[in-house]
């Protein structure tokens, strides 16, 4: 099944594309959309155009996305947000299954520490793909939402969890 992680943000969003054979993770695609615009509703825009062409290419069945717990400031908060609308509100006008996962949580799935630092994930999701390293923290970060939300999938198709 094709899951597509994602790493919201308004100047930079981060996205994976994952399937797993076995216990075996595989990349299919994944990248940064860097929207452009001269305002935020022209940069939101444009993040809903590039992710409506995204799932009209791959048609992922779920995804996951990292979920906001705090912001440097409060208005950079709540552009990020206001992505994450964006990003939520594609999905699921596509019908597509989606789940949330905080920062800690996806650590944890991917290094076995929630407080581990974006290196150790950026190490671990390398390795976790064969040793191709993502081409960006924001698609390294997006790598990592989808493998943890494989993981859970996993768990909870065995009963665990």
Do not use: W
């Not at 048609?59 to 409060?74: D, I, L, Q, T, Y």
């Not at 991917?110 to 976790?128: D, L, P």
């Amino acid at each position: 099944m094709l899951v597509l992680g994602v790493d919201p943000g308004s100047r930079a969003c981060g996205y994976a594309l994952v399937t797993m054979e076995g216990n075996r993770f595989v990349r299919v695609g994944g990248g940064v959309i860097k929207p452009r615009g001269e305002t935020v509703p022209r940069k939101l825009a444009a993040l809903l155009a590039a992710l409506d062409e995204l799932l009209e290419i791959h048609h992922p069945r779920e995804a996951a996305v990292e979920k906001v717990f705090f912001g440097r400031n409060a208005n950079s908060a709540l552009v990020l947000g206001q992505a994450r609308g964006v990003v939520l509100a594609a999905l699921a006008r596509k019908g597509i299954e989606v789940s949330e996962y905080t920062a800690p949580e996806i650590k944890k799935a991917v290094t076995g520490r929630g407080a581990a630092t974006k290196e150790q994930v950026r190490r671990m999701v390398t390795m976790m793909f064969d040793g191709m390293p993502p081409v960006s923290e924001d698609e390294s970060d997006a790598l990592a939402v989808a493998v943890c939300h494989c993981h859970r999938r996993k768990f909870r198709e065995m009963g665990i969890g």
